[in-house]
């Protein structure tokens, strides 16, 4: 006989790994998208305007919230990539213990093995399933929004949840969600459901999706008060030349690796779980799920990451799924049966961890980071730029982010990349020569093509770096060259003068700026 000391050990695995996991979040590398757009937040806390003297496409409040671990950097010893680092585990400590909590509130979990099952999913989910995407924003969100997400069950299923403790999870849920448009088709989808389940008045008197709407909204006003740079430059700007980068066709989206199996899985897991369960919560989960597959599905983009949060939703669906068919058809106690709990917890999780080493192995980039082209290039930084600046003519942010994070180094040009160039240039049948002539460069094209030359001429940047891959395909027979191209302004070719060639470095051709003499 199995003693319930032995039996609770089982469990104890299921936290202690994705803590210890965790911790391996805090070497290098931390993600690149991540990396820059701390970045931006501390050059804007550093002095710079915002959308002016650092432009980015993303929205304000992602760097609002990036300001975070910038400001404690500033007060506390450790780097800007450890403080965000530290922040986002803090963050998934206080979402797990809030869904623990809101998990005892859901009358269909209740059970015995849903009440054990579905807290270690959700830490799995939080701590392990992201992997390189750590802190991606999809994560945050996910993190961010798992309480509204349980609370929802409840809702669902008729309790009525404490005034305050709502209006929090409405307003934390509403700053994560607020971070991309696309995130809002979330909420959209779960409060449609609790409409039509609870009718209106229910509806119309619970704070929850009055705080996602307040912050909403306030961030939708404040892109054109606050930040109006953002509202009248950057996002026309974004439309017209964000748009067309890394843009995939629905057909493509709905095909690629992660999303096209996450929706099978969410249709198959769905039908099951409404079909058999008859679980109230199980239906908040599709929704949800739903939500964030139209999500991503919205970015066009067919990138992983965007597929987080649809790709959460259809494994705790997988466990709900199971949870509630066992404890509805094999009913076990509560109290007098741990053993069959801990065991079918157990092998569960165990099959999670194993597929997701599997597919992602477990710190990979962070085992590589010395020898990957991000660390070998910080080392060419460290010996030939003395005041660590430099500016880079290239279309992508990795690997020179997060280089540029860990060597505390500055990038003397307001755009972090070249992608308004790459939207300008996306396709070649519009342009009859390699290059548009200057005085034939439309509005957003002359912008970049002006303001790159004169940030250049202004900073002196230690080194200059030219990305041969340009992003760019291929017009009248040749290959787009960013040096090449920016010469034809008269600025940029002046300041141009005072480099030298220094090395070509894997993708890369390195200028540094000449040694005066005396």
């Known amino acids: 006989m199995i003693s319930p000391r032995t039996e609770r050990l089982l469990l104890v695995p299921l936290f202690a790994l994705p803590v210890l996991w965790l911790a391996g979040y805090f070497f290098p590398p931390i993600n690149h998208d991540v990396a820059a757009i701390l970045d931006v937040s501390g050059r804007w806390v550093g002095g710079e305007k915002l959308f002016v003297e650092v432009i980015d496409e993303n929205l304000p409040l992602a760097f609002v919230v990036h300001t975070l671990p910038v400001l404690t950097a500033k007060l506390l010893p450790g780097s800007i ?7 986002v585990v803090a963050g998934i400590f206080a979402s797990f213990m809030a869904c623990r909590r809101l998990v005892r509130l859901v009358p269909s979990a209740d059970h015995a093995l849903t009440a054990a099952l579905l807290p270690p999913v959700l830490l799995f989910l939080f701590s392990v399933l992201p992997n390189e995407h750590f802190g991606q924003r999809e994560h945050i969100m996910f993190v961010a929004c798992a309480p509204y997400l349980i609370a929802s069950m409840a809702r669902a299923e008729g309790v009525a949840l404490g005034r305050t403790g709502a209006i929090t999870i409405g307003m934390v849920a509403g700053v994560a969600l607020a971070m991309k448009p696309y995130y809002l ?5 779960v409060e449609l459901y609790l409409l039509l389940r609870r009718g209106w008045r229910p509806t119309f008197a619970d704070p929850i999706p009055w705080s996602i709407g307040l912050v909403a909204v306030a961030h939708l006003v404040s892109m054109y008060t606050i930040f109006a740079d953002y509202g009248f430059v950057v996002m026309p700007l974004a439309i017209d030349a964000y748009t067309p980068v890394g843009d995939a066709s629905w057909r493509d989206v709905l095909t690629s690796n992660v999303l096209g199996p996450t929706l099978i899985a969410l249709v198959i897991f769905g039908l099951i779980a409404i079909v ?3 679980t109230i919560s199980a239906r908040v989960l599709v929704m949800f799920g739903i939500g964030a597959a139209l999500s991503a599905i919205a970015q066009a983009k067919g990138w992983p990451y965007h597929v987080l949060p649809a790709l959460s939703v259809a494994i705790m669906l997988a466990a709900l799924t199971v949870s ?13 049966h741990h053993l069959p709990v801990s065991v079918i917890s157990a092998t569960l999780m165990v099959l999670l961890y194993f597929q997701a080493a599997l597919y992602t192995p477990p710190f990979y980039k962070q085992r590589q980071y010395e020898d990957s082209i991000g660390g070998r290039l910080a080392h060419v930084i460290e010996q030939n730029a003395p005041h660590r600046t430099f500016l880079v003519l290239s279309p992508g942010i990795y690997p020179l ?3 540029i994070n860990y060597v505390e180094g500055r990038m003397t040009m307001r755009f972090l990349s070249l992608w308004v160039l790459q939207g300008i240039y996306a396709t070649c049948d519009d342009f009859p020569a390699l290059y548009n002539p200057p005085d034939t460069m439309g509005d957003p094209e002359k912008f970049v093509f002006d303001a790159v030359s004169e940030d250049f001429a202004r900073e002196h940047p230690d080194l200059l770096i030219i990305d041969r891959i340009a992003g760019i395909p291929r017009c009248q027979g040749k290959e787009f060259d960013y040096l090449e191209y920016f010469l034809q302004n008269r600025v940029f070719a002046d300041a141009f003068e005072d480099y030298e060639h220094l090395m070509d470095f894997d993708r890369y051709i390195i200028y540094r700026r000449k040694k005066k003499k005396n």
């Open 81 to 87: 990539p450890f403080w965000f680092t530290a922040w």
């Open 185 to 189: 088709a979330i909420p959209a989808a």
């Open 276 to 278: 058999f369960t008859q």
């Open 324 to 336: 509630q068919t066992v404890d509805r058809y094999l009913p076990i106690s509560r109290g007098g």
């Open 401 to 403: 982010w997060p280089m």
